[in-house]
């Protein structure tokens, strides 16, 4: 079973170093990947006399997860409400 680990690792690992000769725009990393940033969730959901935001995040460094709750109401721009939630929350990422 080791054996046959160790080939599929080798195989893989020839096969990204062969896929970087043969497209040099094309970084690979084992390392890193697109999974390793913070990916913020959001959902949205209709209330009276306005809107409730709530944002979501999961931080692999501490194992948790964040929550966090906005009330935006009717008499605020939505647009421009969820820009500057949406941009604080990414800061605190």
């Not at 647009?79 to 990422?93: P, Q």
Request: aromatic fraction near 10%; include cysteine.
């Amino acid at each position: 079973m080791r054996k046959l680990k160790r080939w599929i690792r080798q195989w893989l690992n020839d096969d990204s170093i062969s896929l970087s000769k043969e497209s040099p725009q094309l970084l690979v990393s084992d390392s890193e990947s697109l999974c390793a940033d913070p990916v913020l969730n959001f959902k949205v959901y209709n209330a009276v006399g306005g809107k409730v935001v709530e944002f979501r995040y999961y931080d692999r460094g501490k194992d948790r997860n964040h929550n966090q709750t906005y009330i935006i109401t009717n008499d605020q721009d939505f647009g421009e409400r969820i820009a500057k939630i949406a941009t604080l929350e990414s800061l605190k990422t």
